[in-house]
């Protein structure tokens, strides 16, 4: 796991002074989000499903790994991010070799949107009629064609806009990650801004998060539409 941060993080930001440059410090920004959005998404999404698959199972150990999960998902949403953050110094520093820097962001980033994302996926599935579901099983689906038959499909819309909440969400993160040695905007904001006293440096960041913020709603929001065939047909 620490070759593969060392291996992306190379490429990236060998040779970039990270120090006062706006444009730098949005790409390490963007790419801590893109990374932690990728780790989130592959993890995420399949708890999500599993926490609606187990849900009022009648065998009870499906039903004991449903509270697990449960409580793990909602202890981890409970946790501010700057807390979690700093608790998590010690396993940062084991899995990514470094409790500084883009990197060692990103894996805090990531534990902290797992369970976030992992429950909007769960409740997007929920919105299904369950009708739909029960006439597919009735036709001899296995669970797996009906969660890529059905499941997916149906709640693709709003798996969309649970992604693109989750992003906006991770950018948020992003800034306050700045607060212990992150890097990004976040911490161009504390350092040169507030810290300096810059209302230039401070003025310049916001509009760029905010700026960001925009973009990925209203190319998440777009995208939600393209996919959402019931509102193709009205």
Same mark, same amino acid.
């Given at each position: 796991?620490?070759?593969?941060? +060392?291996?992306? /993080?190379?490429?990236?930001?060998?040779?970039?002074?990270?120090?006062?440059?706006?444009?730098?410090?949005?790409?390490?920004?963007?790419?801590?989000?893109?990374?932690?959005?990728?780790?989130?998404? #592959?993890?995420?999404?399949?708890?999500? $499903? #599993? #926490?609606?698959?187990?849900?009022?199972?009648?065998?009870?150990?499906?039903?004991?790994?449903?509270?697990?999960?449960?409580?793990?998902?909602?202890?981890?949403?409970?946790?501010?991010?700057?807390?979690?953050?700093?608790?998590?110094?010690?396993?940062?520093?084991?899995?990514?070799?470094?409790?500084?820097?883009?990197?060692?962001?990103?894996?805090?980033?990531?534990?902290?949107?797992?369970?976030?994302?992992?429950?909007?996926?769960?409740?997007? #599935?929920? +919105?299904?009629?369950?009708?739909?579901? +029960?006439?597919?099983?009735?036709?001899?689906?296995?669970?797996? /064609?009906?969660?890529?038959?059905?499941?997916?499909? +149906?709640?693709?819309?709003?798996?969309?806009?649970?992604?693109?909440?989750?992003?906006?969400?991770?950018?948020?993160?992003?800034?306050?990650?700045?607060?212990?040695?992150? /890097?990004?905007?976040?911490?161009l904001a504390i350092r040169m801004g507030?810290?300096?006293?810059?209302? $230039?440096?401070?003025?310049?960041?916001?509009?760029?998060? $905010?700026?960001?913020?925009?973009?990925?709603?209203?190319?998440?929001?777009?995208?939600?539409?393209?996919?959402?065939?019931?509102?193709?047909?009205?």
């Open positions: 796991m620490t070759d593969l941060f +060392e291996t992306l /993080q190379g490429p990236v930001f060998t040779g970039l002074d990270a120090n006062f440059s706006i444009w730098t410090n949005t790409l390490i920004t963007l790419y801590m989000t893109v990374l932690t959005m990728l780790f989130t998404t #592959l993890i995420g999404v399949p708890l999500g $499903v #599993l #926490l609606f698959e187990t849900t009022g199972s009648r065998n009870p150990r499906v039903r004991r790994l449903h509270d697990v999960l449960g409580f793990i998902v909602n202890v981890g949403r409970s946790f501010p991010f700057i807390i979690l953050i700093i608790a998590l110094l010690p396993v940062t520093r084991l899995v990514v070799g470094s409790v500084t820097g883009p990197n060692a962001a990103v894996f805090a980033l990531t534990v902290s949107a797992i369970p976030f994302l992992a429950r909007l996926v769960e409740i997007n #599935l929920r +919105e299904i009629p369950a009708g739909k579901i +029960e006439a597919v099983r009735m036709m001899g689906a296995t669970r797996s /064609q009906v969660i890529r038959q059905v499941l997916l499909p +149906e709640a693709l819309p709003g798996l969309i806009g649970s992604l693109t909440t989750t992003a906006i969400a991770v950018i948020g993160y992003t800034a306050m990650a700045g607060a212990v040695g992150g /890097q990004g905007l976040g911490d507030y810290n300096s006293y810059d209302t $230039v440096v401070m003025t310049a960041t916001v509009l760029v998060l $905010v700026l960001i913020v925009i973009t990925i709603q209203a190319i998440g929001s777009r995208c939600a539409r393209a996919v959402d065939h019931r509102a193709r047909n009205t």
